[in-house]
């Protein structure tokens, strides 16, 4: 019997924030397995502010979205019918295979998830992507020293969230920028932040970093960009790092986001401002996974995850990444396992 496959296309590329109009339901039949393929039934799909980046027809890191096809994403399927000697029916995996019910692999596109270690869903946050961003980012970038003093912006997220508390691990006094009252609950009661600082309800962010800050920053981990970043830079130390790893304040802007210019700032601080993505680090993710799985083991890492259920709320699980409403990891359940 022909499966039917449920699909999530790039109908149009939007201005400003996206809606309903951008996203596009489609069904297609699902194509046959063959020798060195299997067959994937979606479970969990992520969503993550970079996606809006590629919604836009512009040159970047890497390649747009195509209109009329697929979204991709990190995704978690479960292995359904295999004619591969790699995978059998069972088999948990993880690839890029994106906003869709089903997907036809080759053995090479994906990697197996052992569900024993730890749940699943970690593959897509803490021991996936997000948690390889703050690994890298913090370390590497930031290099944070023990006493020293840390910012995160978008710290409830699920790379910020990491952040702090792989800078906790370092020994540094950290300071986190969230967007209401119970994330910040969350950030110091939960993951041991020193202090939070409610963007939304501060009336002088500027004052409030002070007062948090009282030796000023070391080392701002951004996630945001806008006023937020600009306030942080007013209160750098010398020999300051900056990993630039967002600026979801801008992602929805119908115009180029104009701001103070850092230049100055930068030089008489003798401040380090680096952009990354996870991708520079590609062939250190071995690496990185591993401490990440330790820490998380030893109970030095905790995690929190927003799920949403149902295959049909991806766009608006995705939309909810820009109002704020999730903590943690962002993710939308697809399907139960079938084997597991």
Same mark, same amino acid.
């Given at each position: 019997m022909t499966r039917v496959n =449920?699909?999530?296309? &790039?109908? =149009?590329?939007?201005?400003?924030?996206?809606?309903?109009? +951008?996203?596009q339901f489609v069904k297609k039949d699902v194509a046959?397995?063959?020798?060195?393929?299997?067959?994937?039934?979606?479970? %969990?799909?992520?969503?993550?502010? %970079?996606?809006? #980046?590629?919604?836009?027809?512009?040159?970047?890191?890497?390649?747009?979205?195509?209109l009329n096809e697929v979204i991709? /994403? $990190?995704?978690?399927?479960?292995?359904?019918?295999?004619?591969?000697?790699?995978?059998?029916? $069972?088999?948990?995996?993880?690839?890029?295979? $994106? !906003?869709?019910e089903y997907y036809v692999a080759g053995e090479n596109e994906v990697r197996p998830i052992d569900p024993s270690i730890a749940p699943i869903t970690t593959h897509l946050g803490i021991l996936g992507m997000t948690g390889l961003t703050a690994y890298f980012g913090l370390l590497d970038i930031g290099k944070p020293k023990e006493g020293e003093t840390i910012v995160i912006s978008g710290a409830a997220g699920s790379v910020g969230s990491t952040v702090g508390q792989i800078a906790k691990i370092k020994g540094t006094r950290v300071v986190g920028i969230a967007g209401s009252d119970e994330k910040i609950s969350y950030l110091k009661?939960?993951?041991?932040?020193?202090? /939070?600082?409610?963007?939304? +309800?501060?009336?002088?962010?500027?004052?409030?970093?002070?007062?948090?800050?009282?030796?000023?920053i070391d080392v701002y981990f951004d996630n945001v960009g806008g006023e937020i970043s600009d306030a942080v830079m007013t209160q750098l130390n010398r020999y300051a790092r900056i990993p630039i790893c967002g600026a979801i304040s801008t992602y929805n802007m119908e115009e180029t986001d104009i701001g103070p210019r850092v230049q100055q700032t930068l030089i008489k601080k003798s401040a380090l401002m680096q952009g990354f993505t996870v991708g520079n680090y590609s062939d250190r993710f071995k690496e $990185?996974?591993?401490? &990440? #799985?330790? !820490?998380?083991?030893?109970?030095?890492?905790? %995690?929190?995850? +927003?799920?949403?259920? /149902?295959?049909?709320?991806?766009?608006?699980?995705?939309?909810d990444l820009f109002r704020g409403k999730n903590i943690g990891k962002l993710l939308v359940k697809v399907a139960n396992r079938q084997y597991g």
């Open positions: =449920k699909q999530i296309i &790039l109908a =149009k590329r939007p201005q400003g924030m996206p809606d309903n109009n +951008t996203f046959d397995v063959k020798d060195g393929q299997i067959l994937i039934k979606t479970l %969990y799909v992520s969503v993550d502010p %970079y996606m809006r #980046g590629r919604m836009e027809n512009v040159e970047s890191y890497v390649e747009p979205f195509k991709d /994403g $990190g995704s978690i399927g479960e292995v359904i019918e295999s004619k591969s000697d790699r995978f059998k029916e $069972g088999d948990v995996v993880t690839g890029m295979f $994106g !906003w869709q009661d939960e993951l041991n932040f020193d202090e /939070g600082i409610n963007y939304r +309800t501060t009336d002088d962010i500027k004052s409030d970093l002070q007062r948090a800050c009282p030796d000023g $990185g996974a591993q401490q &990440l #799985g330790q !820490w998380l083991q030893e109970g030095k890492l905790t %995690y929190r995850e +927003t799920i949403r259920e /149902g295959f049909d709320n991806i766009p608006d699980a995705f939309l």
